[in-house]
Structure formats: C-alpha cells, structure tokens
C-alpha cells in the first residue's frame, strides 16, 4: 500500500491558523482540525491495522508566517512482522517558516516481533520559525513478551536550521547485535523519547535536568546551531506519556504559553 498526507498552514487575515491546501491517501486520513491556546490541532489517523513489509508512506507539512499547528495522532502506531525482506517505509518532512511555529507529537510507535521498518525524516526550520518535534518508540509488545524483538529498525533524521545542517542522525536497531545495549541498559522494556526543539529562546535546562527520576533517565544539550536535543528513557509506557507531557509544558512555559490540548475529535 502507498499513500501520503500533504498539507499546509496558513494564517488569514484575523491571525488564525487554517489549512491552506490538503490531500491524503490511504492509509493516511486527517481528522477535522480544531483550535486550542491558538494552535490549529491536526490529527493524522490511519485507519488500518497498522503497516506491514512493503507498505509506502510519504508525509509533507509546511507552516507558513504566522501559522501555529500541532500534528499529533489518536492512537498508537504499528508495523506488523514482515513476511519478506522489504521494510514498511516512512518518509516525512516537515517545513517551518520564518515566523510560523510546529509541533510534531505523534502517539507511541509499536514495533512487533519480526517487523521490519525504515523511516526517513527531515527537518526544516528557516531562522524565526520554531519546531518542537517528537519521537517516541515502544520495546513491542510487552504484554505479550515481544520486548525488543522486531528485525530491524532504521531511522534517518536531518534537522536543517536555515541553510544549515544542525543534525545528522543515523541508527539501526536490532536484536542480532549490540545496538539495542543501551535501549536495556537502564530499563528492561524502556521506553524511548527524542526530542528536537527548533528557535524556542529560551533553554529551560534547570527544569528538564529535574524529570530524571527512578523511572525516568533523561540528558539534554544544545545543537550547534538552532536549538537543542532532549533524549529519554523511560521504565515503562505511563512513565513515558507522564514525561512527554511534562517536556511539552516544560517549553511552552518557557515562552509565557498556554499548551495546547492533545484532545481527540
């Protein structure tokens, strides 16, 4: 299956945020937008069970001058174990204009025994934009005694800052090898939460050094242009979304804002 979500924010006349231009093909499908603490709040669902081998999505969001919008999802991502040697494949890249602001705060992503996944993602924040961008990855499931063991996970990310290459970062995750060492060092079914935060003026690191906790392990610092880097890991999924939310107020605080809701219509 290949499908994509294209859109854009704009801002109108009175300062608020709609979307200028929209398409979407399954298994991608946007939700009705709404309005909270002046952010236009999109909900990217995806109907289907989840992704399997060979699946294609592509995803595009541009913000423009003024525009606030939040992209989030309802529920929890799943690629399912492949049943050949293709990978389900994500491409994404998100675009922020000098003067318009984005937030990318997905739910959590699922990886089950055997699955096979790559995703693709870039960032590209002009000078006077701000991004808040998330990730956040389960061991499998849990429940079910698939900790840690999908195939293969592979994650691309470029963070641009203008004209600037601000981040690189590249790793492959699987059980056949070292790299998932670190992901068991401190919990055995942690739960993992990057963060890239993108022209927010002001660094609250006193408050993000005070998360790490006998559930939560965290580390932040700056990139050399642009913003800084939050990486977490987590005991487990409540310690994880209690986290997450406290990262977003954290940020938002910072700036004199109210946070947007995450409500789901």
Known sequence: ??????????????????ISAQSFRAPLHMSKPHTEEGALIVNIVNPTAGLFDGDEVEMHARVEPGARLVLTSPSASRVYRARSDKAARVCQEIEVAAGGCAEFIPELFIPQAGARYHQQTAL??????????CEWLAPGR???GETFQYEELLWDTDVWCGDTLAVRERYRLTPRDASLTSLRAAFPAGHYLGFFV??????????LDALTSSTVYAGHGPLAVGGG?????????????????RIREIFYT??????????RF
């Open 254 to 263: 910072a700036q004199g804002r109210g946070v947007p809701g995450l409500r």
């Open 1 to 18: 299956m290949k499908g994509h979500l294209h859109l854009t924010a704009s801002v109108d006349a009175a300062g608020r945020t709609y």
């Open 124 to 133: 590209r924040v002009a000078p006077g934009g701000q991004l808040l961008y």
């Open 198 to 207: 993108i022209g927010w003026p002001q660094w609250p690191g006193e408050a």
């Open 142 to 144: 849990v429940a079910r």
């Open 229 to 245: 880097i939050v990486k977490v890991l987590c005991a487990d999924n409540l310690s994880a979304r209690k986290v997450l939310l």
